[in-house]
Every structure is written in C-alpha cells, then in structure tokens.
C-alpha cells in the first residue's frame, strides 16, 4: 500500500470538461421532376439511353451552394447573375408571378442564384478508343467548364441519369405530341361557341338601334353610348327609334336537337374515353420503369450500410452492398385490369379455381401464402389498404423468437391412405359383425331348442288333455242325446195326450152344439105353433 504521506505528496488531477459530438451522414437517393423547357437532347435522337447528348440546365442553385458542393469560389462569384427563363413553357404556368424576374445585381451574394447546365456527352475522353458517358459541368453564358476541387468538373456516368415518358409517343422520335396537342383544335372550336354565345347575349342585352338622320339630336349620339336601364334617348321626334329583336331561331342551334343521344351511344363513346386515359397512364409508367431502374442502378452503386425498414407492416433488414451481383432483376408495371367491378370478378374466378384445386386434392398447388395472396388482393380491391386487419400473414414472425406467429395446419393425410384405411375399418366391422351374427344365431338356435322342447311338452300335455276331455265330451254327449231322446218320447206322448184331450173337448163342445141348435129348433117350433090362430085349426 502507498503510505498515506505519499499520496499527500501526489498532485491533484487535471480535470476537464469535454464535449463529444457525433455526426452521421444518411445518403439517399431522390427523384426530381425537370421542366421540358430545362432538358435538350441531340436531333435525331430516339431513346436516351441511346443518345449521345443531352443536357440539363439548372436555374435553382445559389453562390453558397455551388461553393459547399466544392466548386472553385473564384469562379463561382465570377458568374453573372441569371436573369429568368424566357421560354413560352415557364411563363405559361407563371400564373401568380413567381417566376424569377430579369433584374440587376442581387443584394446577398450567397443567395444569389446562378446558372449551371450539366452536359451528358457520350465520347472518348480517356483516348482508349472505347466511348464512355461522361457529365461536364458548365456555367454562364459562355459555357465555361467548372472547377470542382480543384479538377475540372467532368465525370464518368454509367448511364443517362434521366427517364422520360410521353403520353402520345411519336414513332421513331423522341418527342411525342402532348394532350394539349390532341384537343388544341377543340379548343379553339369552343373558344369560337363561347366567343359567339357571349356575343349574341351582349347583343341581346344590348340590341342595335335603327335611327333615321332627321330624329338625330344634338344629344342623340351621347345617349345611345351610355347603356344603363331605364336610360333615356333623347331624338328630335318621338317613335323614331327601332330596335332589333332577337328570335329564338337567330340564336344558334336549338338544345333539343342535342339531346337525341341513347344511353348505349354514351356508354361506348365513355368507356373508348376510359379506354384512352388508361393506354397513356400504361405509357407513362413505362416512363416510371426507367425511373426506378435507374434508382436502382444509384443505390446498387453508392449504397454503404444496412437499413432497417418497414416492408408489409414488418420490420426487415435492407443491405444494398448485397445488390452488387444483382444482374437479373426485372421491373414490371402493373398493367390495368378494368375497374374495380372486373378486378373483383377476376380475382374471384382465380380464388374459385384455388377452391377446386384444394377440393379436387390438389392442395400442394395453392398453398397458404398463396390464399393469404388472394385474401389481400380481393381485400384492396374492396378498398381496404391492410388485409392484416381480416387476415392473418401465414408468413409472419415472431421478432424475439423467430418462430411463425401463424404455424399451418397438418397437412391432410393422403385420400389413398384415408380410402385403405376405411376399407380396413369396414373389413374389421364386418368380420366383427359377422361373428356377432353367429354368435347371435347359436344362442337363438339354442333358445329356440328350449321352446321347441317346452312346446313339445306342452302340446303333449294338451293331447293328453283333449284327450280326456274328448272322452268327457262324448260321455256327455250320449247322456244329452239320451236325454233328448226320453225327452222327445215324453213331448210325443205329451202332445199325443193332448191331442186327444182337444179331439175329445172338440167332439164335445160339437155335440154341446148340436143339442142347442135342437133345442133352438124345437124352441122356434113351439113358438111357432103357439103363435098359430086358433079359429083357423079343423
């Protein structure tokens, strides 16, 4: 240990205060729109990429910012101010007064703006016999090449670092025709209608006046150039004046003979006017395959470290110095498909092919990228931007562990398998049934045996019974026949008996009745002779 006397005789510390800054440069690619009346390009020419001149002249540098760029500062200030663009082009769309106008030298120096044109020249610079593409920068009216660190400001380029496009491309020319070249003659035409209505509203408004020379007064004249209602005119004499009237019929064409359009007619002439709008937006995005192309072809180039960015709501990984071997990459434009209606009706045919795929076992081909694939495009087309919303990314990870969020389901088992498999379940069903059915039969054979012996028995018994009962039966049948008969035998004499009793009452109360028919008659006799006059017997 250092003994305490020791460190006393140290010095203190030197301490200071320090301040570190850190600087990080990002380089990034932009893309900028150059007015026409900026670019040229040699006659003749058909394409740039395979032009041998073109230039690009810039009006929008300062003093200050040529000389941070490192362009010598003599030379810089030495320029002469730029004084305005004259071209018909830049003072056409000066509609506010913007435009930089001509003037003398500027107050602030460093703001003063100067201009610069970079010429794109394919040559031999290097006399290597082979031609190379190379930017020289020029200043000024005179066209004097720049000094850039301290060399003159010419450049090797690997190509033209412009892209351009037309909306009606001329064959085998660079510059094509505009939409205003393709409707100048229909403005003029409605220049001309509008030109003539607003005219025959004026003279509506304001008709001419037929005056004869004798009703002019010495006031006459002043009165007819003051047009304002109710003003008066005063003539030498009074009715003289006579107005033009303007008719219906002098008006120009009638509304009506306008309106004899069908509803298919408009249709077609719309749906040609789609047609057109769309054949230049595919022409223009040919324009927009350069553009990309060439920020490709920049970022290929110059790109130095990896990024992170944000790519289908994930964060990814983005190196450019991995493009270096990248030769055989393609741009595609996206071609139109129709409205939204035929978009829609197209991707559903493509989802029910994918449906019948997947029912007819063909699932290997449509795999869950692909349906997930399907689910967004349907799902923009509906005008939703993010299918995550409905859908979940079969693709997507876990950022921690690296492990699908969304795993796929097993696989389905091969329909040969699942077919021999039911086979063998039906098979062993089957031989299970089978064995149940004799099993079941041997019992209800032997169940049967029981009751066929416990029949047999029985109906043995019950012969038996008949028997016995027969042998009862007949005993009580001769006794009942026995009594019948002693029965019939007593009915016979019974009757016998009393038919003679009624024989014998019959023959009595017969001879009752005779006796009193005598008696009546004998009777009737006496009354008779008693009843005889007495004087008359002899």
Not at 152 to 180: E, L, N
Not at 353 to 375: F, P, R, S, T, W
Not at 486 to 515: G, N, P, S
Request: aromatic content about 4%; glycine content about 6%; hydrophobic content about 35%.
């Amino acid at each position: 240990m250092t003994p305490p006397a020791a460190l006393a005789a140290m010095p203190a510390p030197v301490l200071h205060d320090v301040t570190i800054k850190s600087t990080k440069k990002l380089a990034q690619a932009k893309v900028l729109g150059v007015p026409p009346e900026e670019f040229g390009i040699e006659r003749g020419a058909r394409t740039i990429q395979d032009c041998n001149y073109c230039f690009h002249e810039i009006v929008t540098k300062t003093v200050s910012q040529l000389v941070e760029e490192g362009f010598d500062e003599d030379q810089i200030k030495g320029l002469e101010d730029y004084t305005g663009n004259t071209e018909i082009e830049t003072l056409s769309r000066d509609t506010v007064a913007e435009h930089y106008n001509a003037g003398g030298q500027s107050q602030n120096e460093s703001a003063r703006l100067v201009k610069l044109t970079e010429h794109y020249v394919r040559m031999d610079y290097e006399g290597t016999g082979r031609a190379c593409i190379y930017q020289v920068i020029t200043a000024g009216t005179q066209g004097d090449i720049l000094y850039k660190d301290g060399k003159p400001a010419i450049t090797k380029f690997d190509a033209f670092p412009f892209a351009a496009t037309c909306p009606v491309p001329q064959p085998h020319r660079f510059f094509g025709r505009s939409i205003a070249d393709l409707v100048v003659d229909i403005q003029r035409i409605k220049t001309a209608l509008v030109r003539g209505l607003l005219d025959n509203v004026y003279l509506h408004s304001n008709a001419r006046v037929e005056l004869p020379e004798p009703a002019i007064g010495e006031n006459t004249i002043d009165d007819l150039l003051v047009s304002r209602p109710g003003g008066i005119i005063r003539t030498k004499q009074p009715g003289m004046m006579q107005w033009q009237q303007v008719s219906q019929q002098s008006q120009g064409l009638d509304a009506n003979a306008l309106q004899n359009q069908s509803a298919t007619a408009v249709a077609q002439v719309f749906s040609a006017s789609q047609m057109r709008t769309k054949l230049i937006a595919r022409i223009i995005a040919e324009g927009v395959r350069d553009v990309f192309a060439l920020l490709h072809a920049t970022i290929r180039k110059h790109g130095q470290q990896a990024q992170t960015v944000r790519l289908r709501n994930q964060w990814v990984d983005v190196d450019p110095r991995n493009w270096k071997t990248r030769d055989d990459m393609t741009i595609n434009v996206g071609l139109g498909t129709g409205g939204k209606a035929q978009q829609f009706a197209q991707a559903m045919a493509l989802a029910n092919v994918q449906k019948e795929l997947i029912q007819g076992g063909k699932a290997h081909m449509v795999g869950d990228d692909k349906l997930y694939n399907m689910a967004g495009e349907l799902t923009k087309i509906m005008g939703h931007k993010n299918p995550d919303k409905f859908f979940d990314d079969p693709s997507a990870k876990d950022p921690q562990t690296g492990q699908l969020l969304h795993p796929p389901a097993p696989p389905p088992p091969d329909p040969k398998v699942l077919a021999i498999q039911e086979q063998s379940k039906a098979d062993q069903a089957e031989i299970a049934m089978k064995a149940q059915l004799d099993k079941q039969k041997a019992q209800d054979a032997a169940a049967l045996a029981q009751v066929k012996a416990e029949f047999d028995a029985k109906i043995k018994l019950l012969e038996t019974q008949m028997k016995a009962l027969e042998v009862e039966r007949k005993s009580r049948a001769d006794q009942q026949a026995h009594h019948a008969k002693m029965t019939e035998t007593a009915v016979d004499l019974v009757a016998t008996a009393h038919k003679h009793d009624m024989q014998m009452a019959h023959d009595q109360q017969t001879h009752e009745l005779k006796l009193e028919q005598a008696q009546q008659a004998h009777q009737a006799k006496v009354q008779q002779m008693n009843n005889k006059p007495k004087g008359d017997g002899k």
